[in-house]
């Protein structure tokens, strides 16, 4: 399960980040093509986020679609799979975006 060392990695950063401020939000920005499960994400956040300024801070994931452009017509095509077909019939996709596994954004409260 690597979404483990993604949750750590995760909480590793916003720690960094918030410079000791208690964090009461994180949203995570996943990309359907990514190969990572959110609710996997979600389980071992919680985990990771113990006995951190992360401890309870709840975690929004935005799951964003693949998005590809075929190769012969140019047409901009979106799937939830990292491969498909262009309804001209090709499958020389040029992959734009969907891959992504990024922080967002985080929010802190002074304490």
């Known amino acids: ?5 993604i949750a ?3 909480v590793s950063i916003v720690v ?3 410079a000791g401020a208690r964090v009461v939000r994180v949203v995570l920005e996943i990309g359907k ?3 990572v499960l959110p609710d996997a994400v979600r389980f071992c956040f919680d985990l990771c986020a113990e006995d ?3 401890e309870g801070a709840s975690l ?3 799951e964003t679609p693949g998005r590809a452009r075929c190769r012969a017509c140019g047409n901009e095509l979106t799937f939830d799979r ?5 309804p001209c019939g090709e499958t020389d996709l040029e992959w734009l975006a969907g891959a ?8 802190i409260i002074d304490v």
């Open 1 to 5: 399960m690597h979404e483990l060392g």
């Open 8 to 10: 750590q990695e995760i």
């Open 16 to 18: 960094e980040h918030a």
């Open 33 to 35: 093509l990514a190969a």
């Open 52 to 54: 951190t300024p992360l």
């Open 60 to 62: 929004v994931i935005i």
């Open 82 to 86: 990292p491969f498909g077909r262009c």
């Open 100 to 107: 992504e596994l990024k922080v967002k954004e985080f929010e």
